[in-house]
């Protein structure tokens, strides 16, 4: 089994160094991720201008081959695939913070199983919480494992990835979710540099309800949080609801 590991934070980040060491356990693991952080970039590709493709000995990962990338984890997976060979399973993380909710849709952590899915390899993103000072990769990584290795043995449907947020402590036990209503909401602070042009900063604080069966919920409450997530956009029950009805003609 090849296992491609990527993320958003980059290759020196210790979320990833957790994760590849731990899912050696599962099969022959290469780790191929951006040389700097790329958090929020979300599922983009670079396109207008050449990518580099690097190995580095200096991350600590031992035996484990390490590759660095100079665009996004999109870019990372698609080289990865490439240069390497198809992997078995792509996984992504363990990101720096939960992506829960509409978080999926600007997360590099996410696009990179994102992209994983989109070319038909069983992917999963990795998120922890980090909403206190001392992050537990390592306590993490040991629960992703036995994730990973169910999808390697039973697969997933097509279009379909799993993301996944830990809570930051020994977690009380695993619940399938659905995605709930979080969110940032954004605000614009605008400062002048020395020369007195302006500038813009954009911040925000997450904000979502704590309804139970979702992300957000069962990790405030400890739990280790599974959410199937599909690549289709389609909206089926209005497209079923507007039918064959002339619509949009001039």
Excluded at 43 to 61: C, E, M, W
Excluded at 197 to 225: H, M, Q
């Amino acid at each position: 089994m090849h296992i491609l590991v990527s993320n958003d934070d980059g290759i020196f980040s210790p979320g990833i160094k957790a994760l590849a060491l731990a899912l050696r356990a599962l099969g022959e693991v290469s780790v191929v991720a951006p040389d700097v952080e790329q958090s929020g970039v979300g599922h983009s590709i670079t396109f207008r201008r050449p990518l580099r493709f690097k190995h580095t000995a200096s991350a600590g990962f031992g035996e484990i081959p390490a590759y660095r990338v100079d665009g996004t984890p999109a870019d990372c997976v698609v080289l990865g695939s490439q240069i390497l060979g198809r992997p078995d399973l792509v996984v992504s993380g363990i990101n720096i913070g939960v992506n829960m909710g509409l978080d999926l849709t600007h997360s590099g952590t996410v696009a990179a199983a994102i992209e994983g899915a989109s070319i038909g390899v069983p992917s999963i993103a990795f998120s922890l919480d980090a909403s206190s000072d001392e992050l537990q990769f390592e306590e993490a990584a040991k629960h992703a494992l036995p994730i990973a290795r169910w999808v390697l043995e039973h697969g997933l449907p097509p279009q379909t990835l799993l993301n996944v947020n830990f809570p930051n402590r020994p977690p009380q036990g695993v619940r399938l979710t659905r995605l709930s209503t979080r969110r940032y909401e954004d605000t614009v602070f605008e400062r002048e540099d020395p020369e007195g042009r302006p500038y813009y900063w954009v911040a925000g604080k997450p904000s979502g309800v704590l309804e139970e069966g979702t992300d957000f919920w069962a990790v405030s409450n400890g739990f280790i949080s599974v959410t199937p997530v599909s690549m289709d956009y389609t909206n089926h029950a209005l497209l079923e609801k507007l039918g064959d009805k002339p619509l949009f003609t001039g």
